[in-house]
């Protein structure tokens, strides 16, 4: 593995940027416990009409599949 040191010295490589903000935001346990959340919040944008909503939420699951 590599070293945190070289990440913070480096910066994180783009490859793994999304894991690495998954893993330390919190996102990858919010997905196991909720796991059809992106879905419930876009049929519930959706049924709004709320547009912005549902492009954001949409560019979400596309990331975080």
């Known amino acids: 593995f590599v070293s945190v040191k070289r990440f913070v010295r480096k ?3 783009h490859s793994m940027r999304t894991q690495v903000w998954l ?3 919190g996102a990858y346990k919010a997905k196991a416990h909720h796991p059809n ?6 049929a519930q944008s959706e049924h ?3 547009r912005e909503a549902v492009e954001q939420i949409q560019k979400g699951m596309i990331r975080y599949a």
């Open 23 to 25: 893993a330390a935001s």
């Open 11 to 13: 910066g994180i490589p």
């Open 48 to 50: 709004d009409n709320n």
């Open 37 to 42: 959340l992106f879905h419930l919040l876009l």
